[in-house]
């Protein structure tokens, strides 16, 4: 009996020590992953909807180049400032992804911690048709 005890003790705090080591302090285990393909100059699905540490990834479809750019004149400058930060690798501009170019490139976003609400998007090239957004909320 004692020994079970310790078991479960040990068990214990050595989940409570490893959670902090995967970088992720807030719900590691309800992370999802959302696919937004981009393709016929169409963000498809539209609307994602997402919590904060979603990955979204944005999937180039035949045809392109296409991107991903948030459209800066729509978003608070605290949340562009936000977004900017989660949007990593080699941008074209602050609030815009690189070009996919290739077939199946794709560009991640891991969902910052904003409020909620509708991020909208677009893509340069085709921006008057190729339109889309993030709504961030909670599960
Ligand atoms: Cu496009």
């Not at 937004?36 to 479809?61: I, K």
């Amino acid at each position: 009996m004692r020994a079970e005890l310790t078991v479960v003790v040990i068990v214990a705090s050595v989940a409570s020590v490893a959670l902090p080591t995967l970088g992720e302090a807030v719900k590691p285990t309800s992370a999802a992953t959302h696919l937004v393909r981009l393709e016929s100059n169409r963000f498809q699905p539209a609307v994602t909807r997402a919590v904060a540490g979603d990955t979204v990834r944005f999937v180039n479809g035949q045809g392109g180049p296409h991107n991903v750019e948030f459209i800066a004149d729509s978003i608070a400058e605290a949340q562009r400032k936000t977004i900017a930060g989660a949007m990593t690798g080699a941008k074209i501009g602050r609030l815009s992804s690189p070009l996919l170019i290739l077939t199946e490139e794709e560009y991640r976003i891991v969902v910052p911690a904003m409020p909620e609400g509708r991020y909208a998007f677009l893509c340069s090239p085709h921006a008057a048709s190729m339109q889309g957004a993030l709504v961030v909320g909670r599960r």
